[in-house]
């Protein structure tokens, strides 16, 4: 949060009605966007924003996304928007995918001792499996998926396997969202119980993050993760500045699903090993990824333990994909 953007966006909000039904809090509010020129960093932002209009942009549903992004971004630049993350997975709260329906925790019907981060690492996505409840997963798995169409009321069950979050942009593309709340929980329970329907997702996921504001929106629109293969020859250091300048940074690999994309792409490879973002930390005595993720999905083909500050990790481009520590960054 200490780059400079640019832009920033201004926000203003009309009072929420008086209403106590099922109209949901974000249709009985209006938010009105303002922007600014000035850069700053979010702090100054948010500090900026309270003191002449209300927050920083809180983004409730995707038409409040359309219009931001028409009016603002699109031919602007970046700006930041009232979105921050608190750090820690015990600050993580539960969401519903589908904007508007509120979590409430004594509605969910958890299998046994989940949900339990039980891969070793943070499961922040959660599905259904066979009729004995639900249970949270990494969201970089594949599984099926089960969709909610809002103009017939209707789930949709997908046999196809996606990553959690190409699952919700399917859904939202192609019905409404990902299966949503307690009611449409219900319903799959009952469809689950007389058929063997294998493990799914269902619009359940968790996060850090938060609306500076301090509502409680479910909506996020994070950009497509997209690999690009780039057909150039730099050393590691080169292949870091080029991606953070041209594209957002260098790949990181966290689940073995994510293996399987990057290695589909190094296949496209001329050169024998790619660059992957994974660094020795000489300072922590640490590998790790430039998305800061700590390394828990693993595919070495030599890690070695030589403290050798100046290595950096790259993978091979044919046969199993094994990653190999190349000195001389
Ligand atoms: C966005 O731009 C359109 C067209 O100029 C305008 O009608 C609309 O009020 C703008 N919306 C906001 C929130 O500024
Ligand atoms: C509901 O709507 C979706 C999308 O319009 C359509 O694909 C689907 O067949 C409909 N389902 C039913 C049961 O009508
Ligand atoms: C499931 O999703 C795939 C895309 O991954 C799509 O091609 C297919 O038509 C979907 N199936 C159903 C039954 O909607
Ligand atoms: C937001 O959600 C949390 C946990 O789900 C709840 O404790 C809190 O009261 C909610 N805040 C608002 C403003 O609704
Ligand atoms: C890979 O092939 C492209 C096209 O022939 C060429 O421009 C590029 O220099 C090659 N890269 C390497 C690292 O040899
Ligand atoms: C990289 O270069 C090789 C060799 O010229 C080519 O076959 C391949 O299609 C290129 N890959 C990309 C992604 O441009
Ligand atoms: C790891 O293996 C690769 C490929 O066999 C080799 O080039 C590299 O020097 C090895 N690195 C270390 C630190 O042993």
Redesign the pocket.
Known sequence: MHRRLFLLILMDKSIILPVKSQCSLFLCQS???YFTEEPKTWDEAQHYCRERYKDLATVPNMKYMK?LY??STETQGNAWIGLYSISGKENRRWHWSLPGVEFHAEEMKWRAGEPNDEAGYLENCAGIDGSTGLLDIGCSNGYPFICYNEQNKSLHFNDSRKLWREAQSYCREHHTDLASGAEQLNEIFSKFKSSDKPRSWIGLFRDTWRWSDGSNYSYRHWRDVELILINESKNWDEAVNYCREHHRDLVSITSLEQQKLVQEKAKNANTSHIWLGLRYSCVLDLWFWVNDQLVCYKNWANETDTGDCNLAVAMETGGEHKWVEIDGI
């Open positions: 938010y009105k966007y219009t028409t009016n």
